[in-house]
T-cell receptor
Framework: DTGVSQNPRHKITKRGQNVTFRCDPI?????LYWYRQTLGQGPEFLTY????????KSRLLSDRFSAERPKGSFSTLEIQRTEQGDSAMYLC?????????????FGPGTRLTVL | AQKITQTQPGMFVQEKEAVTLDCTYD???????LFWYKQPSSGEMIFLIY??????QNATEGRYSLNFQKARKSANLVISASQLGDSAMYFC??????????????FGKGTKLSVKP
């Protein structure tokens, strides 16, 4: 399978706990994006990387959220001190430089439930 | 600020008929890209079609075509010969800037399409 992969697929946690998600992009896709999707809404942009550099962060990304892509390959998204409002699907996408990064390939998502 | 509006929360279509899903956008940029994605119940976002703001012809990909009307700022998706497997959420999205200068996509709220046998 050469698509974008995300782990875990589902995560249930208690309020106040920290969680970490992982995204493995398609090989040679140097751009990687994180989005959050709540029920009944379209995905909302959180942040993106070009190689290991984090180029843009949304104001949705509070100081409890941190994302890394240390070697320009996989990325992690950590949420500290989770709140019930963090319950959502977290989507990762990657994009190649060909055709100006026009196409973003999405992974299956990690569904977070905060109790 | 950029904004995508999808006014149809849900649509029904008979199998084998064509259906149009509406999308309007708002941007002050001259160059931008418009996208449609499909999200089945499994949750994965599937890229369908792309239209650049300077493209003079409407984009087509198999049974999907994008009816791009720049002056009206609309980018409707037309699905021809609907199939039962087309039942899903459909999202219109926009990215500002060409050449990858801006990374993120802005999505609408989506339209749920149901294909009836």
């Amino acid at each position: 399978d050469t698509g974008v992969s995300q782990n875990p697929r589902h995560k249930i946690t208690k309020r106040g706990q920290n969680v970490t998600f992982r995204c493995d992009p398609i090989s040679e896709h140097n751009r990687l994006y994180w989005y959050r999707q709540t029920l009944g809404q379209g995905p909302e942009f959180l942040t993106y990387f070009q190689n290991e550099a984090q180029l843009e962060k949304s104001r949705l990304l509070s100081d409890r959220f941190s994302a890394e892509r240390p070697k320009g390959s996989f990325s992690t998204l950590e949420i500290q001190r989770t709140e019930q409002g963090d319950s959502a699907m977290y989507l990762c996408a990657s994009s190649p430089p060909s055709a100006g990064y026009n196409e973003q390939f999405f992974g299956p998502g990690t569904r977070l439930t905060v109790l | 600020a950029q904004k995508i509006t999808q006014t149809q929360p849900g649509m029904f279509v008979q199998e084998k008929e064509a259906v149009t899903l509406d999308c309007t956008y708002d941007t002050s940029d001259q160059s931008y890209g418009l996208f449609w994605y499909k999200q089945p119940s499994s949750g994965e976002m599937i890229f369908l079609i792309y239209q650049g703001s300077y493209d003079e012809q409407n984009a087509t990909e198999g049974r999907y075509s994008l009816n791009f009307q720049k002056a009206r700022k609309s980018a409707n998706l037309v699905i021809s010969a609907s199939q039962l497997g087309d039942s899903a959420m459909y999202f219109c999205a926009m990215r500002d800037g060409y050449g990858g200068s801006q990374g993120n996509l802005i999505f609408g709220k989506g339209t749920k399409l149901s294909v009836k046998p």
